[in-house]
């Protein structure tokens, strides 16, 4: 076995995003790029020697080859042990608890989450720090800027690890062990939920469709759902992890999970359905005959999420990020809880969790969770969710009704403008920041607006400072509009537009949000010229 010291140069864009570095997947397997960026990665961490760590992905295209590569820096950088899922798969979650549970120095996930995976589509690597969540902007730009400045990297030369065989082994003078990336994350739900009362739910004969979209949901949803919990076997659809994900786009939405979504709206359906992203940290969430808007569930989840055992003492606080509906704000007004606006990400989310400031945690891109992990986690959602239908007797559609009678309704959508023209977008944008002095008392599509700024937000626990967040657009009796270029995407920019209004009138709780927002979608239009800008007549996705 030899310890290799091999000559590289600095590769151009390695900038971690929203949510780590993705780009395609040809582009990480091109020569030293994986490489430099790992290499990188323990100097942005004050060097990998002595470190123990998490490694496991959500097994798209690259996922076990990259996990090899990784593991053989790992073992030439010095670095004590390596805890790794089986054949390489942990889910973003399982990866959080594990580091957390096992006291590591932190962890490395390849995912890039719910982008579509294989040769022509994406890849991605992230640094997880220490308490389990995703490296904050100032470790994240360590790590970039030692991109900028890399020489060489240290690797061994041997032969692949069996990642298949779970235990202990060695590589070189690293430990390694193979874990089942399954076991403690499932024992972790068994102790936040009541799982008697949801078994007794399935006993029944609650019915339910859980999409795993051929992600790495696929094992950790049939073992829970189907044989800790007892629902029948079929329960999981897509359960098989596949490495392109079965073709599709693993992102758990009603455009890229429509055959989950049309057989909820059937009335014949199922009671109850839910899908997962790649990397299972995200969630939908369906009831017979409906749709429950990531703003909504997590809203509802934080107002009910008394009922399962874990959080039966209340929640010491709750947050979402700023783009996410208002609907939490309404819940936390009357539990008396504070509630925290976030950039978007869920590495701002870590500082409340740790300092308990927070409990429960969203975003309108279906995550949800807890401080159970510094993670999002779709399963976690789920499972809440069926402890609330158990514990209530209520259907979804019921808990919702009861939910806007209680709280008022905000309707909300996210339209994306995805494979935009970078310069386009930046325009778009730039175009806006010039006029928020302008636009106040000014009327599009029949709104008036009462305010415009830049999000940026002051972190309350560490006092660390972000600005550009998102460009706000408020409009009078509770409309907003929100323009925001993603930070997740591989190709151009993604103008994500997310709009919302509120009403308290209850003869409208019941409309369809696209044709409720449509004045307010008309004045996104019109406000930013979206159409005429980027020359569509709509959005790629409305979720
Ligand atoms: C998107 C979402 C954001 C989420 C991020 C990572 O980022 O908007 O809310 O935290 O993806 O999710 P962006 O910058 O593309 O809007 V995941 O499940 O892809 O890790
Ligand atoms: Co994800």
């Not at 073992?75 to 973003?92: D, F, P, R």
């Not at 120095?105 to 989450?113: E, V, Y």
């Not at 220490?130 to 030692?146: F, H, K, L, M, Q």
């Not at 399963?379 to 009704?401: C, D, P, Y």
């Amino acid at each position: 076995m030899e310890r290799l010291t091999v000559k590289t140069a600095p590769i151009e864009g390695q900038k971690p995003g929203t949510s780590g570095l993705r780009k395609k997947t040809e582009v990480f397997m091109g020569q030293h790029y994986l490489e430099n960026f790992v290499q990188a990665i323990w100097e942005g961490i004050g060097g990998a020697r002595g470190k123990t760590l998490v490694l496991g992905g959500d097994g798209r295209y690259f996922n076990e080859r990259a996990a090899q590569v990784i593991l053989r820096m790992a073992a030439a950088s010095g670095v004590a042990k390596v805890i790794v899922g089986q054949n390489a798969l942990l889910s973003t979650p399982a990866a959080s608890h594990l580091i957390r549970t096992r006291g590591t120095d932190g962890g490395i996930i390849m995912s890039a989450s719910h982008n579509p995976g294989g040769p022509d589509e994406d890849f991605g690597i992230k640094f997880n720090t220490p308490n389990g969540g995703p490296a904050p902007e100032e470790v994240t730009t360590r790590i970039y800027e030692a991109t900028k400045t890399i020489e060489a990297y240290e690797i061994l030369e041997t032969q692949d690890l069996d990642l298949n065989r779970l235990g202990e082994t060695h590589l070189a003078d690293m430990e390694v062990e193979v874990v089942d990336p399954v076991a403690d994350y499932a024992l972790l739900m068994e102790n936040l939920f009541d799982f008697d009362a949801i078994r007794k739910l399935f006993d029944g004969g609650f019915t339910m469709r859980f999409d795993a979209m051929h992600a790495v949901t696929g094992p950790y949803a049939k073992a829970i759902f189907e044989d800790i919990l007892g629902a029948p076997a079929g329960t999981v659809m897509n359960g098989e992890p596949k490495a392109d994900f079965g073709g599709g786009h693993p992102d758990p939405n009603p455009h890229w999970a429509k055959a989950l979504f049309n057989t909820l709206m059937d009335e014949g359906g199922p009671d109850f359905g839910a899908a997962s992203d790649g990397d299972g940290d995200r969630n939908m969430i369906l009831g017979r005959g409906t749709y429950v808007s990531p703003s909504d569930s997590l809203a509802v989840l934080a107002a009910n999420a008394h009922v399962a055992p874990a959080y039966s003492g209340g929640l010491k606080g709750v947050a979402r990020s700023m783009p996410t509906s208002g609907a939490l704000d309404r819940v936390a007004k009357k539990m008396g809880l504070d509630c925290y606006e976030t950039p978007t990400g869920w590495k701002f989310f870590g500082n409340l969790l740790d300092a308990g400031r927070a409990t429960i945690c969203g975003e309108e891109s279906f995550g949800t969770s807890s401080d159970h992990v510094r993670e999002k986690d779709g399963l976690w959602a789920v499972l809440l969710w069926l402890n609330i239908l158990a514990k209530t007797g209520r259907s979804v559609r019921e808990i919702m009704q009861d939910h806007w009678a209680e709280f008022g309704r905000i309707f909300y959508t996210r339209h994306d403008y995805e494979a935009v023209e970078s310069d386009v977008a930046s325009d778009l944008m730039d175009g806006l920041r010039a006029r928020f002095d302008d636009l106040p008392g000014q009327s599009f599509a029949g709104r008036t607006v009462i305010g415009a700024d830049e999000f940026a937000y002051d972190d309350p626990v560490d006092g660390s400072h972000a600005a550009g967040q998102g460009i706000r657009i408020l409009f009078e009796d509770g409309g907003r509009i929100v323009f925001r270029l993603s930070g997740t995407g591989t190709a151009g920019a993604t103008i994500r537009v997310y709009i919302e209004d509120a009403t308290d009138d209850p003869a409208r709780f019941g409309e369809d949000p696209q044709e409720a927002l449509a004045p307010m979608i008309a004045a996104a239009d019109e406000v930013a010229g979206l159409h005429a800008r980027t020359g569509r007549t709509g959005p790629d996705v409305r979720s």
